[in-house]
């Protein structure tokens, strides 16, 4: 189904695919954008190659898997006959060390050895021993064998036949072939004798009596050279073919066709091996032990753990294919070149004429009315080339006709058909009546050029004069806006000094609250002293009280001094001691009275003074009070100062402003009359240019008249 | 006038020793004139202490005052010695002087002093003192504080009770 699908429907699809892409192409005019002979080209191309391209694929795919198939096929006739081959004759060897074991003579001979311990000293079993000889000699020869060995149950070699008189009585009991043999008949692996010196297998089977006592074993020693001799048959197998056994080590145990000297030598790790080595047969594409891609077959080899491969190289057999591509690439590429050529040409037949008339269309359209196409052609460009000669034919007989009108000739006419040829006729009417129109014209022209003359040169007098004012109101702005400049300059100068006075002011304002500050504490301090006068007053006053109090107690120390006195008195010259004492007492009174009195004097000045204090110091604080107030109304009159000066530094700043508007202004009257000057006289200057002009065109008028006057109307 | 010295010296022993022998005298201001009163006739001085006026007595009674307990008839001085009315300062006092008929108070602006004045410093008081007066003074003297009568105190207390 997957083979139907790659062979047909693949195809099919990308013709089909191809052709509409072309029919779109061609539908939206993708393709006409190249040249005729490209284009034909394309299309060509893919309406011929495209299908042969896709049915060689098809071919080339049908081929392929059938060429496979064919080789699979003949791998596995190969290999299965010559396993056959091989299976038969390993069968052959078995069933033959079967019959020598079961022979009378050779149970004999292992039977005396083993049970009568007999050996050829004995005359009677040395000539049996040498009948067995004789017989199995024969049975070898004629067979092929390499030898045949009798071997008794204790594992010693007894008998040989092919005089290796060295391997008599060697002990192979604790071989692994032995102990299998004693059981059934076994094949051991290819190996190497160091007796025979050549590679052998041992079929080995055991013998038993009539009592199925097991007497000893059969040993049957083959060489592989003929079977090696079949496998090296090549029929069937081509230039890489070959067919060859391996064990179950994946050892090569037969010659190879690529590897001399290979046997139980290489090794052979292969896909096929290892199938092989699971007990099936099979088919497969793999790499080989050279590490070349194969085709292979694999058969397993009955008794042996062997497997036979019949390989060939991957490249011989698909030989056929590669020449049957490079015959479809050599066809195809002959093919396409072909269609190209045929493109080529049938393109450059078409496009011949064309460009012939392409040329001739390029000439007319750059001016050169001389040519016509020659070539002859009696398809629809031949139509169209013979409507273009008589269309370029119809050009030349107008163009003739305005090289006559371009001489100043108005008096012939074109007689040739055409909308283009009517035209040219009116032309010429219309011409001829403008001639006459231009010629009144001139006349007319000629005459206000001379009046628009005497005109301009009385105008470009007035702007003579009329710059030279100009000029002087120009100078007096320039004056204005210097003097204006300098009234700037000494205004800000006053600015200058008002802002220093402010300064001043302001420094004198602070002086004055300064002022204020001090007085006020003086006024403090001044307050403060007087309180402490207040209470030094009344602390005397408390001195004058504490003073009458000693005065009282003076005058009633003295009272009691005076009755004393009395008492000592009226106690005669007993009292006159105590007298004394008591005027003494008397005369401390007074003395103490008298101070208290002075001291009273004294407290009371103190109170009159502190009164005075108190006076003047109330005074002080009433003209500090009056000292503050004057010190605040110089700050109030600093304060207006400082306004007034304010006032003035503003108004000082507005007349510099104004100053310099006027300068500016000034200077724009002066750049306008400037300017003015300027334009004047450029007035004068182009009217003296336009008086030219006039005369000019006064004398291009008449020149006018005199070029008119050729025309032939 | 001699014979009122001789009055007073009849008290006084005479002879040399007599010249030496020292009086004690009470000073008193009344006025502004000072007079003495013997220390030997005062009782005590005491502090004028309510005085009770008492009506219908003479001019010169001031009227009663209690001392320690005792009611004591003052005398205005001043009264007695014509020098107007006793007006009480601060430096009042009353002398309480001892008489046949008991203790009598006599006002005085000030008591000044108590002098010790020698017999021959006595002198006989000067005629230039008014005759109404002159009977009461027995003597002068000078003191520290001025020349200074000594009252006979006793004559003129009983002149008037007389």
Same mark, same amino acid.
């Given at each position: 189904?997957?083979?139907?699908?790659?062979?047909?429907?693949?195809?099919?699809?990308?013709?089909?695919?191809?052709?509409?892409?072309?029919? !779109?192409?061609?539908?939206?005019?993708?393709?006409?954008?190249?040249?005729?002979?490209?284009?034909?080209?394309?299309?060509?191309?893919?309406?011929?190659?495209?299908?042969?391209?896709?049915?060689?694929?098809?071919?080339?795919?049908? #081929?392929?898997?059938?060429?496979?198939?064919?080789?699979?096929?003949?791998?596995?006739?190969? =290999?299965?006959?010559?396993?056959?081959?091989? *299976?038969?004759?390993?069968?052959?060897?078995?069933?033959?060390?079967?019959?020598?074991?079961?022979?009378?003579?050779?149970?004999?001979?292992?039977?005396?050895?083993?049970?009568?311990?007999?050996?050829?000293?004995?005359?009677?079993?040395?000539?049996?021993?040498?009948?067995?000889?004789?017989?199995? *000699?024969?049975?070898?020869?004629?067979?092929?064998?390499?030898?045949?060995?009798?071997?008794?149950?204790? =594992?010693? #070699?007894?008998?040989?036949?092919?005089?290796?008189?060295?391997?008599?009585?060697?002990?192979?009991?604790?071989?692994?072939?032995?102990?299998?043999?004693?059981?059934?008949?076994?094949?051991?692996?290819?190996?190497?004798?160091?007796?025979?010196?050549?590679?052998?297998?041992?079929? #080995?089977?055991?013998?038993?009596? /009539?009592?199925?006592?097991?007497?000893?074993?059969?040993? !049957?020693?083959?060489?592989?050279?003929?079977?090696?001799?079949?496998?090296?048959?090549?029929?069937?197998?081509?230039?890489?073919?070959?067919?060859?056994?391996?064990?179950?080590?994946?050892?090569?145990?037969?010659?190879?066709?690529?590897?001399?000297?290979?046997?139980?030598?290489?090794?052979?790790?292969?896909?096929?091996?290892?199938?092989?080595?699971?007990?099936?047969?099979?088919?497969?594409?793999?790499?080989?032990?050279? *590490?070349?891609?194969?085709?292979?077959?694999?058969?397993?080899?009955?008794?042996? &753990?062997?497997?036979?491969?019949?390989?060939?190289?991957?490249?011989?057999?698909?030989?056929?294919?590669?020449?049957?591509?490079?015959?479809?690439?050599?066809?195809?590429?002959?093919?396409?070149?072909?269609?190209?050529?045929?493109?080529?040409?049938?393109?450059?037949?078409?496009?011949?004429?064309?460009?012939?008339?392409?040329?001739?269309?390029?000439?007319?359209?750059?001016?050169?009315?001389?040519?016509?196409?020659?070539?002859?052609?009696?398809?629809?460009?031949?139509?169209?080339? &013979?409507?273009? &000669?008589?269309?370029?034919?119809?050009?030349?007989?107008?163009?003739?006709?305005?090289?006559?009108?371009?001489?100043?000739?108005?008096?012939?006419?074109?007689?040739?058909?055409?909308?283009?040829?009517? +035209?040219?006729?009116?032309?010429?009417?219309?011409?001829?009546?403008?001639?006459?129109?231009?010629?009144?014209?001139?006349?007319?022209?000629?005459?206000?050029?001379?009046?628009?003359?005497?005109?301009?040169?009385?105008?470009?007098?007035?702007?003579?004069?009329?710059?030279?004012?100009?000029?002087?109101?120009?100078?007096?702005?320039?004056? /204005?806006?210097?003097?204006?400049?300098?009234?700037?300059?000494?205004?800000?100068?006053?600015?200058?000094?008002?802002?220093?006075?402010?300064?001043?002011?302001?420094?004198?304002?602070?002086?004055?609250?300064?002022?204020?500050?001090?007085?006020?504490?003086?006024?403090?301090?001044?307050?403060?002293?007087?309180?402490?006068?207040?209470?030094?007053?009344?602390?005397?006053?408390?001195? =004058?009280?504490?003073?009458?109090?000693?005065?009282?107690?003076?005058?009633?120390?003295?009272?009691?001094?005076? *009755?004393?006195?009395?008492?000592?008195? +009226?106690?005669?010259?007993?009292?006159?001691?105590?007298?004394?004492?008591?005027?003494?007492?008397?005369?401390?009174?007074?003395?103490?009275?008298?101070?208290?009195?002075?001291?009273?004097?004294?407290?009371?000045?103190?109170?009159?003074?502190?009164?005075?204090?108190?006076?003047?110091?109330?005074?002080?604080?009433? &003209?500090?009070?009056? =000292?503050?107030?004057?010190?605040?109304?110089?700050?109030?009159?600093?304060?207006?100062?400082?306004?007034?000066?304010?006032?003035?530094?503003?108004?000082?700043?507005?007349?510099?402003?104004?100053?310099?508007?006027?300068?500016?202004?000034?200077?724009?009257?002066?750049?306008?009359?400037?300017? #003015?000057?300027?334009?004047?006289?450029?007035?004068? /200057?182009?009217?003296?240019?336009?008086?030219?002009? !006039?005369?000019?065109?006064?004398?291009?008028?008449?020149?006018?008249?005199?070029?008119?006057?050729?025309?032939?109307? | 006038?001699?014979?009122?010295?001789?009055?007073?010296?009849?008290?006084?022993?005479?002879?040399?020793?007599?010249?030496?022998?020292?009086?004690?005298?009470?000073?008193?201001?009344?006025?502004?004139?000072?007079?003495?009163?013997?220390?030997?006739?005062?009782?005590?001085?005491?502090?004028?202490?309510?005085?009770?006026?008492?009506?219908?007595?003479?001019?010169?009674?001031?009227?009663?005052?209690?001392?320690?307990?005792?009611?004591?008839?003052?005398?205005?001085?001043?009264?007695?010695?014509?020098?107007?009315?006793?007006?009480?300062?601060?430096?009042?006092?009353?002398?309480?002087?001892?008489?046949?008929?008991?203790?009598?108070?006599?006002?005085?602006?000030?008591?000044?002093?108590?002098?010790?004045?020698?017999?021959?410093?006595?002198?006989?008081?000067?005629?230039?003192?008014?005759?109404?007066?002159?009977?009461?003074?027995?003597?002068?003297?000078?003191?520290?504080?001025?020349?200074?009568?000594?009252?006979?105190?006793?004559?003129?207390?009983?002149?008037?009770?007389?």
């Amino acid at each position: 189904m997957s083979d139907m699908y790659w062979r047909l429907v693949i195809p099919l699809a990308i013709i089909l695919a191809f052709n509409v892409a072309l029919f !779109v192409l061609i539908k939206v005019k993708i393709i006409q954008r190249l040249k005729l002979t490209k284009n034909l080209i394309i299309v060509l191309l893919v309406v011929t190659l495209v299908p042969i391209l896709c049915t060689s694929f098809a071919a080339q795919r049908t #081929i392929s898997s059938a060429t496979y198939a064919g080789i699979c096929e003949k791998l596995m006739a190969v =290999g299965k006959t010559r396993s056959l081959f091989l *299976n038969e004759k390993l069968e052959a060897v078995k069933v033959d060390a079967e019959t020598f074991a079961t022979n009378w003579i050779a149970i004999e001979v292992l039977r005396r050895i083993s049970f009568e311990k007999k050996d050829r000293s004995d005359p009677d079993f040395n000539a049996l021993f040498e009948r067995a000889e004789g017989h199995f *000699n024969r049975s070898r020869v004629a067979k092929g064998y390499d030898d045949i060995m009798l071997v008794s149950a204790e =594992g010693k #070699i007894m008998l040989t036949c092919s005089g290796h008189k060295k391997e008599i009585g060697l002990d192979i009991s604790e071989e692994t072939y032995f102990k299998t043999g004693m059981g059934k008949t076994h094949f051991t692996d290819l190996f190497y004798n160091k007796f025979a010196e050549k590679n052998l297998i041992y079929v #080995i089977t055991p013998c038993r009596d /009539l009592q199925e006592k097991f007497i000893g074993c059969v040993i !049957v020693e083959m060489d592989m050279d003929r079977i090696y001799d079949m496998l090296s048959d090549r029929e069937g197998l081509g230039e890489s073919g070959e067919t060859y056994l391996v064990n179950k080590e994946k050892l090569m145990v037969s010659e190879s066709r690529f590897a001399r000297d290979a046997i139980l030598k290489t090794r052979v790790d292969t896909f096929g091996v290892n199938e092989g080595l699971l007990g099936r047969s099979g088919v497969a594409v793999y790499n080989d032990y050279r *590490n070349f891609p194969v085709i292979g077959s694999w058969h397993p080899v009955q008794y042996t &753990n062997w497997m036979l491969l019949a390989e060939i190289d991957q490249k011989e057999a698909f030989m056929p294919l590669r020449v049957n591509r490079l015959n479809q690439i050599i066809l195809i590429s002959a093919t396409a070149v072909m269609v190209i050529f045929i493109a080529v040409f049938s393109a450059l037949a078409t496009v011949k004429p064309v460009r012939e008339l392409i040329a001739v269309a390029r000439h007319i359209g750059e001016g050169k009315l001389d040519q016509e196409v020659k070539i002859q052609c009696h398809d629809e460009i031949g139509v169209l080339i &013979n409507m273009f &000669n008589g269309m370029v034919r119809n050009m030349r007989l107008l163009a003739e006709q305005a090289a006559v009108i371009s001489r100043g000739d108005l008096t012939t006419s074109v007689d040739a058909r055409g909308d283009l040829a009517s +035209a040219f006729n009116v032309m010429g009417d219309s011409l001829r009546s403008l001639i006459r129109q231009c010629q009144e014209s001139i006349v007319r022209i000629a005459s206000a050029s001379s009046q628009m003359m005497s005109s301009f040169e009385e105008q470009s007098s007035g702007a003579t004069e009329l710059s030279a004012s100009v000029s002087e109101i120009t100078a007096t702005m320039e004056e /204005l806006s210097s003097s204006a400049k300098q009234v700037a300059m000494n205004a800000e100068s006053v600015a200058k000094i008002a802002e220093d006075s402010e300064v001043t002011g302001q420094q004198g304002m602070e002086s004055v609250s300064e002022s204020v500050h001090i007085m006020e504490e003086i006024k403090k301090v001044t307050k403060n002293s007087a309180d402490k006068i207040l209470s030094l007053s009344e602390k005397s006053q408390k001195i =004058g009280d504490v003073l009458g109090i000693i005065k009282e107690i003076a005058g009633e120390t003295h009272l009691l001094a005076l *009755n004393a006195s009395i008492e000592a008195s +009226a106690a005669g010259e007993f009292g006159k001691r105590f007298g004394v004492v008591a005027s003494e007492v008397r005369r401390l009174a007074e003395r103490t009275k008298a101070s208290a009195e002075e001291i009273k004097n004294v407290v009371s000045e103190i109170q009159v003074s502190t009164n005075e204090s108190v006076l003047s110091t109330e005074q002080s604080v009433k &003209n500090v009070e009056k =000292g503050v107030d004057v010190v605040q109304k110089v700050g109030r009159s600093i304060e207006s100062i400082l306004n007034l000066i304010e006032r003035t530094t503003d108004a000082s700043r507005q007349i510099v402003m104004a100053t310099q508007q006027q300068q500016s202004a000034t200077a724009q009257v002066a750049g306008t009359m400037r300017e #003015i000057s300027d334009v004047v006289k450029q007035t004068a /200057l182009s009217l003296k240019q336009t008086t030219a002009t !006039v005369a000019e065109l006064n004398k291009m008028a008449d020149d006018f008249k005199e070029v008119v006057r050729q025309f032939k109307t | 006038m001699g014979d009122k010295r001789s009055h007073i010296i009849q008290d006084i022993p005479e002879g040399k020793e007599a010249d030496a022998e020292i009086f004690q005298f009470i000073g008193i201001r009344l006025e502004k004139e000072i007079y003495g009163i013997e220390v030997n006739k005062v009782k005590e001085v005491a502090k004028p202490f309510q005085i009770t006026p008492i009506p219908g007595t003479p001019s010169h009674i001031m009227g009663l005052m209690n001392l320690h307990g005792e009611i004591l008839c003052v005398v205005d001085l001043k009264v007695l010695l014509a020098m107007g009315t006793a007006g009480s300062t601060e430096n009042s006092k009353i002398i309480v002087v001892k008489t046949a008929e008991g203790p009598v108070g006599v006002f005085c602006d000030e008591v000044i002093d108590i002098f010790d004045i020698m017999k021959k410093d006595l002198e006989i008081p000067l005629s230039t003192l008014s005759s109404a007066m002159g009977e009461y003074i027995k003597a002068q003297a000078q003191t520290r504080c001025g020349l200074m009568g000594i009252l006979d105190i006793e004559k003129l207390l009983y002149k008037q009770e007389k």
